[in-house]
């Protein structure tokens, strides 16, 4: 446990210089999709380095010259942070709860780097953010990256998928990229100097030209069965 607990410091400390460096460095550009690529790198690299989190990665030639569209995967816990930057491709951005937005420097820093922000209480204003999503892919040509579980699963295997990030991408007229991460809670354990390895899969994009807005509900099934199937595979796999 003393580990863990030095870990924990550790990270915060390293979390907080990224922070406010990233914070500055936004401020020059703010809310340019450009700037949470290198924010993403930055604080993947020192956080697996200090919680001792290894990686093996298949399928990376998925997310070679990718397209402005929609990326979905998995959402485990907030190690999630640390492997998502370890595949984020350029000009990249995910979508937040707004209430990230009220934790001290981190949360401007998230909404500056150019992530979007979603108050999922306000049914008005999520149609006005989603909108403001699918601009970002058409014009903005950006890569748009959700956890479309809504919430951390915790070891409780892929949780039903939402339907927000598909209707996103058949609005944007874009395809789907499925990512799949290994269970954390099964295969790695911080309290150890050697945490663990944490498997990733990219799979090939889903064409959703055979869906509309009336059948997003099957598309999100659809990429729902093909994450969780791969990550009880990955799980499988050690």
Same mark, same amino acid.
């Given at each position: 446990?003393?580990?863990?607990?030095?870990?924990?410091?550790?990270? +915060?400390?390293?979390?907080?210089?990224?922070?406010?460096?990233?914070?500055? =460095?936004?401020?020059?550009?703010?809310?340019?999709?450009?700037?949470?690529?290198?924010?993403?790198?930055?604080?993947?690299?020192?956080?697996?380095? #200090?919680?001792?989190?290894?990686?093996?990665?298949?399928?990376?030639?998925?997310?070679?010259?990718?397209?402005?569209? /929609?990326?979905?995967?998995?959402?485990?816990?907030?190690?999630? *942070?640390?492997? /998502?930057?370890?595949?984020?491709? &350029?000009?990249?951005?995910?979508?937040?709860?707004?209430? #990230?937005?009220?934790?001290?420097?981190?949360?401007?820093?998230?909404?500056?780097?150019?992530? =979007?922000? #979603?108050?999922? +209480?306000?049914? !008005?204003? #999520?149609? *006005?953010?989603?909108?403001?999503?699918? !601009?970002?892919? %058409? %014009?903005?040509? %950006?890569?748009?990256? $959700?956890?479309?579980?809504?919430?951390?699963?915790?070891? &409780?295997?892929?949780?039903?998928?939402?339907?927000?990030? $598909?209707?996103?991408?058949?609005?944007?007229?874009?395809? /789907?990229?499925?990512?799949? $991460?290994?269970?954390?809670?099964?295969?790695?354990?911080?309290?150890?100097?050697?945490? +663990?390895?944490?498997?990733?899969?990219?799979?090939?994009?889903?064409?959703?030209?055979?869906?509309?807005?009336? %059948?997003? +509900?099957?598309?999100?099934?659809?990429?729902?069965?093909?994450?969780?199937?791969?990550?009880?595979?990955?799980?499988?796999?050690?």
């Amino acid at each position: 446990m003393v580990l863990l607990y030095l870990r924990y410091t550790l990270l +915060g400390l390293a979390m907080s210089v990224v922070c406010v460096i990233s914070l500055l =460095i936004s401020l020059a550009r703010p809310t340019d999709a450009a700037n949470t690529f290198y924010v993403a790198k930055m604080m993947s690299f020192l956080g697996r380095w #200090i919680m001792g989190i290894h990686s093996e990665i298949e399928g990376l030639e998925h997310l070679k010259d990718l397209p402005p569209g /929609v990326l979905v995967s998995n959402h485990q816990s907030n190690l999630d *942070i640390f492997i /998502v930057g370890l595949l984020i491709p &350029r000009r990249t951005v995910s979508v937040g709860k707004k209430s #990230i937005l009220y934790i001290p420097v981190f949360g401007q820093m998230y909404w500056l780097s150019g992530n =979007i922000l #979603i108050d999922r +209480g306000n049914k !008005k204003q #999520i149609k *006005i953010t989603m909108d403001k999503v699918v !601009k970002a892919i %058409t %014009t903005k040509k %950006t890569i748009v990256w $959700f956890m479309p579980e809504g919430t951390r699963s915790k070891g &409780r295997g892929v949780q039903k998928f939402k339907k927000g990030a $598909f209707t996103t991408a058949l609005k944007s007229n874009s395809n /789907v990229t499925p990512i799949c $991460f290994s269970t954390l809670d099964q295969h790695v354990d911080c309290r150890r100097w050697n945490s +663990g390895v944490v498997k990733i899969k990219i799979l090939p994009k889903v064409d959703t030209s055979a869906y509309s807005l009336q %059948t997003a +509900g099957e598309l999100a099934d659809h990429c729902w069965q093909l994450v969780s199937n791969e990550v009880k595979a990955l799980d499988n796999s050690y």
